[in-house]
């Protein structure tokens, strides 16, 4: 299942992109109530948006934000019809992105 | 002991100002009239939406989480695990009406051949075992994900809840109506308590939703649990916060108590799956 639900909206040349990511966003502070050992961080460290293959927007995340993050940003330059891409790279080394077209 | 007991329930069943000799229909009426006159700005069909239909503060924080909801990821995962056949090859649509695509309004019914109330959850997980699939958790995961897809399917149906004209239908009905007046739990508290007489009051720093239409956006993302969660996952929820204990999931007191629940929200439509505090 892809990671990343997407939706941007172009009005008065600003493009406002909002999406909602799936991951557990683990802190790596949190203890396993059976083992009481620490649950080991899992959690999203760079978050990137690309338009036009430009970079419009980069975020470094850490374990203080929360499970399935929901992210909005704006930025100017783009058009409906172009396409915005978000990645994301977490500290497993796992990473996904994925399109929408902006309306 | 038994006899005392019986003859207590008896005069406690006499004493209840609202159950003696009236229908569920009337029940109904009245019950639907007190939320009418206790809310009059709020249209009746804005019920489904619970304490955001009653208060404008907390409805602006709400809409904003609406435009991108939490449960929009359940809803996607319940739609993959709704379509993905089981073992031998059949699906869940195999075993609902309309291969249970908009039916969240027909449940939970009482079905007359088994004399018992039928919720989703529990045709969900019949489906299951009936296919030979092992039964998945009544409260939260991957019950909560397909509920949530089913609901989603059906949202804007009306609920016309029916009592079937069967003794056992409504002694059914009248369990999950006396479930909903009485008192229980260290704290000593009924649903009515919070929901009826005092719906729309602060407890601590929550509100108390309206009992008129507080089923129909189940089941819910609770920013409180982080994730989705069943109708009887609240249900033991609220009981547990009445310092009572609570009764199984699925088991007949829960399913009689839903039954009465959404039989006084008909009329009102499906808006599940919600999102809330």
């Not at chain 2, 129909?216 to 009887?232: A, C, E, I």
Request: aromatic share 10%; charged share 25%.
């Amino acid at each position: 299942m892809a990671t990343l639900k997407i939706r941007a909206k172009e009005q008065d040349g600003v493009t406002t992109v909002k999406t909602l990511i799936s991951h557990p966003m683990e802190s790596g502070q949190r203890k396993d109530s059976k083992t009481g050992k620490l649950i080991p961080g899992h959690y999203v460290t760079e978050l990137t948006a690309e338009h036009n293959g430009k970079q419009v927007m980069s975020a470094n995340w850490g374990g203080g934000i929360s499970k399935n993050p929901y992210l909005s940003f704006k930025f100017k330059g783009a058009a409906a019809g172009d396409s915005i891409k978000i990645s994301w790279v977490d500290n497993m080394g796992k990473s996904d992105s994925a399109e929408a077209e902006i309306k | 002991m038994k006899k005392t007991l019986a003859t207590l329930g008896l005069a406690l069943m006499i004493a209840l100002p609202l159950s003696a000799g009236a229908t569920p229909k009337q029940d109904q009426e009245e019950f639907q009239k007190y939320f009418m006159e206790r809310f009059p700005n709020t249209p009746f069909e804005d019920f489904v939406n619970g304490v955001y239909s009653i208060d404008a503060a907390s409805r602006e924080q709400w809409m904003e989480i609406e435009e991108f909801a939490p449960y929009e990821l359940n809803i996607t995962k319940g739609e993959e695990l709704f379509n993905k056949p089981f073992a031998n090859g059949k699906t869940y649509a195999s075993c609902f009406e309309n291969g249970g695509i908009g039916i969240r309004q027909n449940y939970p019914y009482f079905d007359t051949k088994r004399g018992e109330v039928i919720t989703l959850e529990l045709a969900i997980n019949e489906c299951r075992t009936a296919n030979g699939e092992k039964a998945l958790g009544w409260k939260k995961g991957a019950i909560a994900d397909i509920s949530a897809y089913m609901a989603y399917t059906s949202r804007g149906n009306i609920f016309d809840i029916e009592i079937p004209d069967d003794p056992r239908a409504l002694a059914a009905y009248d369990r999950g109506k006396k479930h909903f007046y009485q008192k229980r739990g260290q704290l000593n508290m009924a649903c009515a308590d919070c929901h009826k007489f005092y719906a729309g009051n602060l407890i601590r720093a929550d509100l108390l939703s309206p009992a008129l239409g507080q089923l129909t956006h189940f089941p819910v993302y609770r920013s409180k649990w982080g994730g989705l969660g069943t109708t009887h996952r609240r249900y033991a929820g609220c009981n547990e916060q009445v310092r009572a204990k609570p009764f199984p999931a699925q088991g007949e007191e829960y399913r009689d108590l839903e039954f009465f629940h959404t039989y006084m929200s008909n009329g009102l439509a499906v808006n599940g799956p919600g999102a809330r505090k």
